[in-house]
């Protein structure tokens, strides 16, 4: 079990630059979830998929943000036009079915300058 | 959105004594799953307890779940330095998207 695996581990842009986030589940995992987290809060539900599939998305989430799971396997968070709000942490999980615990990586920090 | 409520926000306790936080959501569920966060890294989870359940445990911790009152609690018992973090409760929606919302945390200071 290697773990679910986020890349990059920190990130800086500038203001209205696009950036793009990977994460790898554990292999087994059909389920993925996005969340970004702030400082001082709890995680906030972005989106998610089961398989290749997008279940749900955030209605908080402008059409800036997009996120891909090509094949089920690994995901994808594209940001575009980025914005200083946009600074956080951005934590992806993988869980193997419904009911299951969530197994989260060390997330990717956004910082917008 | 958050979908649940943690109190108390913070907590300082002497290493040794016990820790209780508490969870408050507001529609009703299918399971509830306690995590906690280590500055700076990922969420790892502790708990799930799901909502025909009332109690569980697991080592140190113990979880209540009421239903009626749409609460949880954590205990920690004997706690150490290390337990220093902070701490979420998480609950899906009974209807059936099977997505998980995070409550705002309790952070959780054991001074040794």
């Known amino acids: 079990d290697t773990g679910v695996s986020q890349d990059p581990r920190h990130k800086i842009t500038k203001r209205g630059q696009n950036v793009t986030f990977r994460c790898d589940p554990i292999?087994?995992?059909?389920?993925l979830y996005w969340y970004r987290q702030t400082l001082g809060q709890g995680p906030e539900f972005l989106t998610y998929f089961q398989n290749e599939a997008q279940l749900e998305k955030s209605r908080l989430l402008s059409d800036r943000f997009s996120a891909e799971r090509p094949k089920g396997s690994f995901s994808t968070l594209e940001i575009q036009r980025t914005e200083q709000g946009d600074s956080a942490m951005y934590l992806c999980a993988s869980g193997p079915s419904i009911n299951s615990p969530l197994h989260f990586g060390n997330g990717t920090r956004l910082t917008v300058t | 959105s958050q979908q649940g409520e943690e109190d108390p926000q913070a907590l300082s306790i002497q290493e040794g004594e016990n820790a209780t936080m508490n969870c408050s959501y507001k529609t009703s569920i299918n399971n509830l799953q306690w995590y906690r966060q280590n500055s700076g890294r990922g969420l790892v989870h502790l708990i799930l307890i799901r909502s025909n359940e009332r109690e569980k445990h697991s080592g140190r911790l113990r979880v209540t779940l009421d239903t009626s009152k749409k609460s949880s609690s954590l205990l920690i018992t004997a706690s150490r330095a290390a337990d220093t973090a902070s701490y979420f409760c998480a609950t899906d929606a009974s209807s059936g998207t099977y997505k998980y919302i995070f409550g705002t945390g309790t952070r959780l200071k054991v001074l040794a």
């Open positions: 292999s087994e995992h059909n389920r």
